[in-house]
């Protein structure tokens, strides 16, 4: 693949997280809700990673002229992790659903560009793009987990009444 080919897939991607960055960090500003706030602010951090791997990979292709096996094995430090550590008693919004709703579908966006990259390339190029769109993928993924969470809770929309139970 020539390198300018490979920049330009390289910028796309670079805006492409950008724009994740972006719409996780106004869904962060515009909740009221804690819980929400905490999801969406680990999904900042998700992109931001992304990007800054996007970045370094750039300026090493503009000194080099090459995409190795370093970079590849560093992309897959920076694997999303679950985020299960922010379940709290607070209810969920419907606002919070429907962020998710939307969410959901930038991420499956996202995995497919990367995709159709990782068809477009080969070698080296062709795994990280591939590792990236993995990492859409598991966002997704992460993205259903909570938004299942959120709908199927009773515990979080108030619909459970605790039994008390006296002991004789």
């Known amino acids: 693949m ?3 080919e490979l920049n330009r897939h390289l910028k796309a991607a670079l805006s492409l997280e950008n724009e994740g ?3 996780y960090n106004k869904l962060t500003k515009d ?3 804690h819980h929400a706030k905490l999801f969406f602010e680990k999904m900042v951090t998700e992109e931001l990673k992304h990007a800054d791997f996007i970045k370094r990979l750039q300026k090493q292709l503009e000194s080099n002229d090459t995409i190795t096996e370093e970079n590849i094995s560093e992309l897959e430090t920076i694997k999303p992790k679950v985020i299960n550590d922010l379940k709290d008693k607070e209810k969920v919004k419907a606002d ?3 962020a998710i709703n939307s969410v959901v579908e930038f991420e499956k966006r996202a995995e497919k560009f ?3 990259l990782e ?3 080969k070698g080296n190029a062709q795994r990280i793009f591939q590792i990236l769109a993995n990492f859409e993928k598991s966002h997704v993924t992460i993205l259903t987990t909570e938004l299942d969470y959120a709908t199927n809770n009773p515990y979080l929309w108030g619909e459970i009444k605790w039994l008390h139970l006296t002991m004789h």
């Open 119 to 121: 068809t477009k390339t």
């Open 114 to 116: 990367y995709r159709e």
């Open 31 to 33: 909740t009221n809700n």
């Open 21 to 23: 960055v972006y719409m």
């Open 96 to 98: 919070y659903i429907n």
């Open 2 to 4: 020539i390198k300018e």
